[in-house]
């Protein structure tokens, strides 16, 4: 089993800035996928951006210039930096790692809230 726990959520103004973190522990393999994920209400979860071991990373069109995800491979903790927020950014940031062996194990962590007003 692996546990997420998300931090850094809250509450800030068209132009601000946030910074996630979600740190792994437990059960984790050495090549894996951490990212982020986020679900506005009402909307589909969908992808943020994510991250593998080796450094590859993938990012939503919507995000790309102004989120940045980083990783620390050495203590399984990724991190998602947001600048130049957007009230369309609102959303539950849900952490989420892949990682595989002869099958694929996914899991979420509980999600933190992500609220961008004036």
């Known amino acids: 089993q692996v546990q997420l726990v998300e931090s850094g959520g809250g509450l800030v103004q068209p132009g601000g800035s946030l910074r996630l973190s979600c740190a792994a522990s437990?059960?984790?393999?050495?090549?894996?996928?951490m990212g982020w994920y986020r679900q506005a209400p009402g909307k589909q979860r969908e992808l943020v951006a994510t991250k593998t071991t080796g450094g590859s990373t993938n990012y939503a069109d919507s995000v790309k210039g102004r989120f940045t995800i980083s990783r620390d491979n050495a203590k399984n903790t990724v991190y998602l930096q947001m600048n130049s927020l957007k009230t369309e950014d609102t959303a539950v940031y849900y952490c989420?790692?892949?990682?595989?062996?002869?099958?694929?194990?996914?899991?979420w962590g509980q999600g933190t809230q992500v609220t961008v007003s004036s």
């Open positions: 989420n790692i892949i990682q595989r062996n002869y099958r694929a194990y996914e899991y």
């Open positions: 437990g059960k984790i393999f050495s090549i894996n996928t």
